[in-house]
């Protein structure tokens, strides 16, 4: 069994026979403990998330420019059109 706290620590407890709880050893664990090995991943699981959040953002906001600029291209060359045909 596993639980994440609030501030990340990861509680692990149950069966232990291949050391899947993260204790350095292979014993059964019957009362919650710490597991520290699996705390830093879900540390590193949560900053790859905020990474990938961020780049999408980005990725976005990139996506959002480049129209407005085509868009704003595409009008000043249908208005210098309309100007050179006068």
Not at 31 to 53: C, G, R
Not at 56 to 85: E, I, M, N, T, Y
């Amino acid at each position: 069994m596993l639980a994440v706290l609030d501030n990340g620590a990861v509680l692990s407890w149950g069966g232990n026979r291949e050391g899947e709880l993260g204790h350095d050893s292979r014993a059964d664990v019957k009362i919650p403990k710490v597991s520290v090995s699996l705390s830093v991943a879900v540390a590193v699981s949560l900053a790859v998330a905020v990474a990938v959040a961020v780049a999408v953002a980005v990725a976005v906001a990139v996506a959002v420019a480049v129209a407005v600029a085509v868009s704003v291209w595409d009008v000043k060359r249908v208005h210098w059109k309309a100007v050179a045909h006068v």
